[in-house]
């Protein structure tokens, strides 16, 4: 597996998400993607209590701890690396996490319009 350029939405380097926990769909803490990413995980979420029990709800619990997975659980707070998605899924159900845009990957682009990223932005 090649990861592709590492640029976020802004056309920037791309930045750290999160390494505690440590995510990214090859769990470097960052939103990289490359084809065999099949969910694009490309969007750097902060994590809140609606959206997790909105994606439970959706049959993606991320708040139970799977330790056979080293999977601790998140917590509202915690950033993570999000399929685009259901990232956009969540937004037009009003139930949309915040956003990194500096560690989003560009490719999040090819499913979440910018604006609709930019709209849940927590930082510029």
Same mark, same amino acid.
């Given at each position: 597996m090649e990861k592709e350029s590492p640029v976020n939405v802004l056309g920037d380097p791309m930045?750290? !998400?999160?390494?505690?926990?440590?995510? +990214? /769909? /090859?769990?470097? +803490?960052? !939103?990289?993607? !490359? =084809?065999?990413?099949? +969910?694009s995980h490309t969007v750097?979420?902060?994590?809140?209590?609606? /959206?997790?029990?909105?994606?439970k709800y959706l049959g993606n619990?991320?708040?139970?701890?799977r330790p056979e997975f080293q999977f601790r659980g998140l917590n509202p707070g915690d950033a993570w690396c999000l399929c685009a998605g259901r990232?956009?899924?969540?937004?037009?159900? +009003?139930? =949309?996490?915040?956003?990194r845009l500096s560690s989003t990957h560009r490719r999040a682009l090819d499913i979440v319009p910018l604006d609709v990223l930019m709209a849940n932005a927590c930082d510029s």
């Open positions: 930045q750290s !998400c999160s390494t505690d926990p440590v995510t +990214g /769909f /090859f769990r470097d +803490g960052a !939103c990289n993607t !490359c =084809a065999e990413d099949q +969910g750097c979420a902060i994590m809140t209590a609606e /959206f997790l029990a909105f994606s619990d991320l708040s139970t701890p990232f956009l899924q969540a937004a037009e159900e +009003g139930a =949309a996490p915040k956003v």
